[in-house]
């Protein structure tokens, strides 16, 4: 997989594409607290935080949270429009944190799993920040548990090309277990629909999944146009709204 370079691409327009409506962000929200310890509060780490779309939210709901992310750029963004007084970023990675052994009760790893490189030593540096019985939230795609937008179809490689980023759910589970965990739950989230097939069309066309940097130029271009033309036939039509993994870990 060509990497993704945050610094010099999708920054600028990541906000956007990957915007959460308010009904979005609580059905997200409300799987998290279901999973979470019900003390309050609660230390919290957004690893692969981004521009901060999950971290404010976390911060209001169960305490502070301290936004993990590699790309300086995203993180100038973050801290420009992800304020909230209970939250701060800092340069780092799941491989790397900079922040003290057993200091949070939670890490949220939203869609970043699978950008990281060095698979076991995350493992073992996430159960290192955590305190015992800490929680790992992890909404990742699995190979082999994986939602199949509407849109896919209109890339003639693109389920082929979108699974291949993702490891199969055992894999994962056998990873975190090798490295001192238990899983304790897993289960998918409904979240609302994206809103309309034109909606979805024009996120699509800011680029900022992953899934186009597997792409060639012309295989892109090639499937954002036949998008365009089943869109133009209805462009109001709803989105279906999609089921979405998440696996809940604890440290032992």
Same mark, same amino acid.
Do not use: C
């Given at each position: 997989? *060509?990497?993704? !370079?945050?610094?010099?691409?999708?920054?600028? #327009?990541?906000?956007?594409?990957?915007?959460?409506?308010?009904?979005?962000?609580? /059905?997200?929200?409300?799987?998290?607290?279901?999973?979470?310890?019900?003390?309050?509060?609660?230390?919290?780490?957004?690893?692969?935080?981004?521009?901060?779309?999950?971290?404010?939210?976390? /911060?209001?709901?169960?305490?502070? &949270?301290?936004?993990?992310?590699?790309?300086?750029?995203?993180?100038?963004?973050?801290? /420009? +429009?992800?304020?909230?007084?209970?939250?701060?970023?800092?340069? $780092? @990675?799941?491989?790397?944190?900079?922040?003290? %052994?057993?200091?949070?009760?939670? =890490?949220?790893?939203?869609? %970043?799993?699978?950008? &990281? +490189? !060095?698979?076991?030593?995350?493992? *073992?540096?996430?159960?290192?920040?955590?305190?015992?019985?800490?929680?790992?939230?992890?909404?990742? #795609?699995? %190979?082999?548990?994986?939602?199949?937008?509407?849109?896919? !179809?209109?890339?003639?490689? $693109?389920?082929?090309?979108?699974?291949?980023?993702? +490891?199969?759910?055992?894999? &994962?589970?056998?990873?975190?277990?090798? =490295?001192?965990?238990?899983?304790?739950?897993?289960?998918?989230?409904?979240?609302?629909?994206?809103?309309?097939?034109?909606? &979805?069309?024009?996120?699509?066309?800011?680029?900022?999944?992953?899934?186009?940097?597997?792409? @060639?130029? !012309?295989?892109?271009?090639?499937?954002?146009? @036949?998008?365009?033309?089943?869109? %133009? =036939?209805?462009?109001?039509?709803?989105?279906?709204?999609?089921?979405?993994?998440?696996?809940?870990?604890?440290?032992?």
């Amino acid at each position: 997989m *060509r990497l993704v !370079d945050y610094d010099r691409e999708q920054y600028q #327009n990541y906000t956007r594409g990957r915007a959460l409506t308010e009904q979005q962000l609580g /059905a997200w929200m409300s799987a998290f607290a279901a999973a979470l310890p019900e003390r309050r509060p609660l230390v919290g780490l957004d690893v692969g935080s981004g521009t901060g779309r999950f971290t404010p939210a976390l /911060a209001r709901a169960f305490g502070t &949270v301290t936004g993990i992310e590699p790309s300086a750029r995203m993180r100038e963004v973050a801290q /420009a +429009q992800s304020q909230h007084p209970g939250v701060q970023y800092l340069a $780092g @990675s799941a491989e790397d944190m900079p922040v003290p %052994s057993g200091s949070a009760d939670y =890490a949220l790893m939203f869609l %970043s799993w699978h950008h &990281v +490189q !060095d698979k076991p030593r995350a493992a *073992r540096e996430l159960a290192r920040v955590l305190r015992p019985a800490g929680r790992l939230l992890l909404r990742g #795609n699995f %190979s082999d548990h994986h939602p199949e937008p509407w849109w896919l !179809d209109h890339f003639p490689r $693109g389920l082929e090309v979108d699974t291949a980023l993702f +490891q199969p759910l055992h894999e &994962v589970i056998a990873m975190f277990t090798a =490295a001192g965990w238990r899983v304790t739950g897993f289960g998918m989230v409904t979240p609302a629909s994206d809103g309309t097939r034109a909606d &979805v069309l024009e996120r699509l066309r800011l680029r900022t999944l992953s899934f186009f940097a597997r792409l @060639s130029p !012309d295989e892109a271009e090639a499937g954002l146009r @036949s998008i365009e033309a089943a869109v %133009s =036939a209805d462009p109001g039509a709803p989105s279906p709204a999609l089921s979405e993994p998440l696996l809940t870990l604890e440290r032992r």
